[in-house]
């Protein structure tokens, strides 16, 4: 069984251009969560996509943006970087809604902006 | 809101000496409470959950944890540590509706020597 996969591992951008991570889910989740980890502090909840739809938000503006595919796997899209969106982006998959559903949790893409 | 501390931002313990990880929650009534790891390079993995019944939680790689509804606190214990146990600890809830959107306290960086 494959775990949960990321691309790409490291990137490099500069601010006001736009970046697309990518986020493969464990096979059968349905549900993909996006979290913000800045250095030196903890994960910050993004968004949620559940079967295709987003499915709750966090404190971002709507520059941060998502897709979920059919196969579950998903998309997270920054417009306009900031030097601020500098950080590394977690994804985590679950068999379903609620957090009795086991997340697990991608190793993440690191986003530098200057 | 619900919130999340970790009030010891950095810990180093002897290797085989035991280890106590505070952690103190906000929120009116009883959170899905997670403890996870993140180790260098990698994503989080998941130690132990609690979402209700017996408060003393038992995780993977011999951590527990127990829940204080009194005190608003969920401590991560382990009775003897190992070197390979350095890494990168935090304490996460997920309340009400959202339970599975997590927020995360700030992380405890666990020093081992040998």
């Known amino acids: 069984e494959t775990g949960v996969t990321q691309s790409p591992t490291h990137l490099i951008k500069t601010r006001g251009q736009q970046v697309t991570l990518r986020c493969s889910s464990q096979s059968g989740h349905n549900t993909v969560s996006w979290y913000q980890q800045a250095l030196g502090q903890g994960p910050q909840f993004i968004f949620q996509?559940?079967?295709?739809?987003?499915?709750g938000r966090g404190n971002f503006p709507p520059r941060f943006s998502g897709l979920q595919f059919p196969n579950y796997s998903s998309e997270l899209n920054v417009n306009a970087l900031e030097l601020d969106d500098s950080a590394l982006y977690l994804c985590?998959?679950?068999?379903?809604?609620?957090?009795?559903?086991?997340?697990?949790f991608g190793p993440g893409t690191r986003l530098t902006v200057l | 809101a619900q919130s999340v501390t970790q009030p010891d931002i950095h810990i180093t313990v002897s290797e085989g000496a035991s280890l106590e990880l505070r952690c103190n929650y906000s929120?009116?009534?009883?959170?899905?409470l997670f403890w996870y790891v993140q180790s260098p390079g990698q994503g989080l993995q998941l130690l132990l959950k609690y979402f209700s019944g017996d408060t003393l939680v038992q995780g993977i790689k011999g951590f527990e944890a127990e829940f204080k509804r009194s005190q608003s606190s969920f401590n991560l214990r382990k009775p003897s540590v190992h070197w390979s146990d350095a890494a990168e600890y935090f304490c996460a809830v997920g309340a009400g509706r959202d339970t599975d959107k997590l927020i995360f306290g700030t992380g405890t960086r666990l020093q081992v020597f040998p």
């Open positions: 985590a998959s679950s068999l379903g809604q609620g957090g009795i559903n086991e997340q697990f």
């Open positions: 929120y009116g009534a009883t959170p899905y």
């Open positions: 996509y559940y079967r295709e739809e987003e499915n």
